[in-house]
């Protein structure tokens, strides 16, 4: 099919190497002597392990289960006795640790009982599920979960499908042979995504140094009576990231801040079309996956190999030379050397270079900047690398978000056009690193922080309850006493009994006829009555320190009584009593 392609800016074109490893069709690689299977092999949460050690599990058996949307299961990838549960190092640059299940094979590589399903006649969203539970990821290298990315935009209409089968990547053929060997099956799994998401039209694209795979793919196409256009595209690196691949396809560029889904675009690669196709017609989860052994070997080839394989029993099978010092996981331009050779093959290992000195020469020492703009003509995303690099290395991180930096896809064509030899890719990932690192600090300070807010919200507004509770508490205890102090004075005054200067002590007790038309305020009310049952309890306590039975004293007692008085004003121990307060005390009175 004959289509007016678009191009994107920059790009290399280093030397291909592929066709090495396209001689021989694919071969099932031998089980290993055990196998190590990360719990975390795809972009999202981390599955949960379901296994312990001593289970006996089946091949396809769940043995992570999702946790969440955004993740996927993951299983074992053959019949077996699980050893451990543990941490072991995972094949990432850094080298750290990763929970993993180790599975000991018992050499019957006994499957569970699969269920074919067909899908046309479930709902979208069991399809989706049934991805999520087979853990169907990308495969192209980014791990995604496929099951997130079937869902069509609500408010843009999907136009293009696209499937990567570009594989721009220097020594990689994975895909390549995939396409050759098992087209059919490829295409039918695109006709899911079809399916799901409903677009206007599917488009195929494949690099043009891949001629037997676009064939193949075509009479596929034919043979199905689908619609498919399979498009060959220039032989151009990275021609296979997304953005450039939907570039190169369709014109329409992805900006940074949006999804292709937003410009109703969604991107798969052909492998993950294929194990999308055996999760749902076949029943089989992703436990396997083509990956190409190549570089420092006698034998290059493509093998079908089972997820947690040692890399170095894998690359045992393509003969490695002597000189053999090292596995890089990946491409040249985008790979990396792996921490240990023992390191399990995971879901994103689409090849493994054997590395040695002769094909991989070590870098000359890196030379100062010369500012000539080489890397900025290099670059696909139309970023200024030379200013993000001065900017990463004066640790200015600001100023390097300002230049774009997140919009770096690493693709490290500035390293390689760089006459310098800097690496800069290097300095990218670092300055990335760092701004996630204290993003992650000013989230965790943010959130201490309202944290800390919300416990002295939440005191002072139980300080306020509490204050509220006791006020109402006091005022209606004083409301109480205050209620008894003058019920007792109105029962003194009906008898008679109290005298004329407690009466007047008293509280006047209003009556209906007497109250204000005013409102009453119910706080001052209540500290009126506080006060006046305050005063009330006094008095009850003065009274209480008279001098009780004094009435019948006979002479000789109350001089008595008056002489003790009289030395104790004298010695300063009493005051003396006022004038017009009653001494009963005094005999001459």
């Known amino acids: 099919m004959l289509m007016n392609l678009f191009k994107f800016k920059g790009g290399v074109k280093p030397p291909t190497n592929k066709t090495q490893s396209v001689n021989l069709p694919i071969a099932q690689a031998p089980l290993p002597s055990r196998l190590v299977v990360p719990l975390h092999q795809s972009i999202g949460g981390m599955p949960q392990p379901v296994v312990e050690a001593g289970d006996k599990v089946l091949k396809g058996q769940l043995i992570g289960e999702a946790d969440g949307w955004i993740s996927a299961a993951v299983h074992a990838p053959t019949s077996g006795t699980v050893v451990e549960v543990a941490m072991h190092v995972q ?7 990763a929970l993993c299940v180790v599975i000991e094979p018992d050499g019957k590589d006994e499957w569970i009982p699969r269920e074919p399903v067909d899908y046309k006649s479930l709902p979208p969203e069991e399809v989706r599920e049934r991805l999520q539970q087979a853990g169907v990821v990308g495969l192209g290298g980014a791990v995604f979960p496929t099951h997130g990315k079937l869902t069509a935009s609500k ?3 999907m136009d ?9 990547e220097p020594f990689i053929t994975c895909d390549d042979l995939l396409m050759r060997e098992r087209a059919e099956e490829v295409v039918r799994g695109i006709g899911i995504f079809r399916d799901l998401l409903q677009p206007k039209k599917v488009l195929i694209g494949i690099e043009d140094n891949k001629p037997e795979a676009a064939a193949a793919m075509r009479l596929a196409v034919q043979a199905l009576g ?3 256009a399979v498009v060959q595209v220039p032989t151009l690196y990275p021609a296979g990231g997304a953005k450039q691949l939907i570039r190169v396809l369709t014109g329409k560029e992805v900006p940074a801040s949006k999804r292709s889904t937003d410009l109703g675009v969604q991107c798969f690669n052909v492998a ?3 194990t999308a196709w055996r999760a749902i017609a076949h029943g089989e989860p992703v436990v396997s996956r083509l990956v190409t052994v190549t570089g420092n070997v006698h034998e290059p080839r493509n093998y079908e190999v089972l997820i947690g394989t040692p890399m170095d029993e894998l690359l045992k099978l393509a003969h490695p030379h002597p000189d053999t010092d090292g596995i890089i996981m990946g491409g040249p331009m985008m790979g990396f050397l792996v921490p240990d050779r023992q390191v399990p093959v995971v879901k994103a290992t689409n090849c493994l270079i054997a590395h040695d000195d002769r094909l991989f020469p070590p870098k000359a020492p890196e030379m100062p900047c010369i500012r000539c703009g080489a890397c900025a003509q290099a670059c696909p995303h139309e970023l200024q690398p030379f200013e993000m690099y001065w900017f990463s290395r004066a640790k200015n991180f600001g100023k390097t978000q300002e230049y774009n930096i997140f919009d770096c896809i690493e693709c490290g064509c500035c390293s390689y056009v760089c006459p310098s ?6 300095y990218f990932r670092f300055a990335k690193s760092e701004i996630w690192a204290r993003e992650r600090e000013k989230n965790a300070a943010d959130q201490a922080k309202l944290r800390f807010e919300f416990k002295q919200l939440r005191e002072e507004r139980e300080k306020a309850e509490k204050a509220e509770k006791l006020a109402k508490a006091a005022a209606a205890q004083a409301a109480k006493k205050a209620a008894e102090a003058v019920a007792a004075a109105a029962a003194a005054g009906e008898s008679g009994a109290a005298p004329a200067a407690d009466t007047a002590a008293a509280p006047a007790v209003a009556t209906p006829t007497d109250a204000p038309t005013a409102t009453v305020n119910p706080e001052k009310e209540a500290k009126r009555a506080t006060i006046e049952a305050a005063m009330a309890r006094a008095k009850a306590q003065r009274e209480a320190v008279q001098p009780k039975n004094v009435d019948n004293l006979s002479p000789e007692q109350l001089k008595a009584a008056a002489d003790i008085e009289a030395r104790r004003i004298a010695a300063h121990l009493i005051e003396p009593q006022p004038a017009d307060q009653t001494a009963p005390l005094d005999p001459n009175n």
């Open 421 to 426: 030899r800097i690496p800069l890719v290097q």
């Open 160 to 168: 293009e499908l696209i499937i990567n089968g570009a594989e721009c």
């Open 91 to 97: 094949p990432h640059p850094s080298g750290l640790d």
């Open 226 to 228: 689908e619609s498919f």
């Open 155 to 157: 408010t843009v209409p």
């Open 272 to 274: 993950t079309a294929y």
